[in-house]
C-alpha cells in the first residue's frame, strides 16, 4: 500500500512539475516580453494559473503525506515521498530556470544567470521548508494528541464541513501554509511600495488578497476530494 500511493504520488508531482517548467514559465515568459500581449488580461490569467500549478503540488504533498500517515500510522513511511518531492522541486525550479535562460538567451556565464541561479536556491529552500512546515502540521495533528484510531479517521471523509474529525483539521491547517505565506508576502510588497495610487489599483490588490484566502477553501475541497477518490471505500475506516 505504502509503496503503491509514494509512486502514485512520485507521479503525480513529476507531472506537475514538468507542467509548471515546460508550458507555465515559457508562456509567462513570453506574454511578459510581447507588448500587446504584456498589456492585456493574458499575463493575470496565466499568472493566477500558475500560481494554481503551484498550489496543486503542496495541496497533492498534503494528500499523499495523509494517506501515507493514516494508512500505515508512521511517519517513516513519508521519507520516500518527500524524496520524490525534492526531486521534482529540484526538476520544477531548476528547469524554469535553464529553460527561462535558453528563452531569454541568457549566457550561463552572464550575471543575470548567476542572479537567477541563487534565486532558484533560495525559492529551493523555502520550498523545502515549507513542505516541512505541512509535514510538521499533519504529524502534531494526527499523531501528537493521541494514538491514531479509526474512530479519528474515516476514509473516504464523510462529509467537508459537518462533523469535522482530525483528519478535517489537520487537512485544513495544511493546505493555510502556502497561502498564508504567499500573503506575508503579498502584505510586506505592498508596505514597500506603498498605498494604491488610484481605484483601479486599489482593486487589484483587494482582488489578489481575496485569491489568496479562497485558495484555502479551494485546496481544503481539493484535498479531501482526493481524499475521496484515492481512498478504497470498500476498506472503511483506517485501522
Not at 52 to 79: D, E, G, K, N, P
Not at 130 to 146: D, H, N, P, Q
Not at 172 to 185: D, N, Q
Not at 203 to 225: E, H, K, N
Request: glycine share 6%; proline share 4%; charged share 15%.
Amino acid at each position: 500500500m505504502a509503496k503503491r500511493l509514494t509512486h502514485l504520488g512520485g507521479v503525480c508531482l513529476l507531472g506537475l512539475s514538468i507542467l509548471f517548467f515546460a508550458v507555465c514559465t515559457p508562456i509567462s515568459i513570453w506574454a511578459s516580453g510581447d507588448v500587446l500581449i504584456a498589456e492585456s488580461i493574458f499575463p493575470t490569467v496565466w499568472d493566477l494559473f500558475q500560481s494554481f500549478v503551484q498550489f496543486l503540488v503542496y495541496w497533492v504533498v498534503t494528500v499523499f503525506l495523509s494517506l501515507l500517515m493514516i494508512r500505515t500510522a508512521s511517519v517513516r513511511s513519508c521519507l520516500p515521498l518527500l524524496g520524490w518531492y525534492a526531486a521534482t522541486a529540484v526538476l520544477r525550479i531548476g528547469g524554469s530556470l535553464i529553460l527561462g535562460s535558453f528563452i531569454t538567451a541568457d549566457g550561463f556565464g552572464s550575471d543575470a544567470f548567476s542572479d537567477n541561479v541563487w534565486y532558484a536556491l533560495l525559492d529551493l529552500l523555502l520550498d523545502f521548508i515549507l513542505v516541512g512546515l505541512v509535514l510538521l502540521t499533519l504529524y502534531l495533528l494526527i499523531f501528537r494528541k493521541s494514538t491514531v484510531k479509526s474512530d479519528d479517521f474515516h476514509l473516504p471523509p464523510n462529509s467537508f464541513f459537518k462533523q469535522p474529525t482530525r483528519l478535517h483539521v489537520a487537512v485544513a491547517a495544511a493546505v493555510a501554509i502556502p497561502s498564508v505565506i504567499r500573503l506575508i508576502g503579498r502584505i510586506r510588497y505592498d508596505i514597500d511600495f506603498g498605498a494604491p495610487q488610484n481605484t483601479a489599483d486599489l482593486l487589484w490588490m483587494v482582488f489578489y488578497y481575496l485569491a489568496d484566502l479562497i485558495s484555502v477553501l479551494i485546496g481544503y475541497l481539493t484535498v479531501l476530494l482526493l481524499l475521496k477518490k484515492l481512498s478504497n471505500p470498500r476498506e472503511g475506516d483506517v485501522k
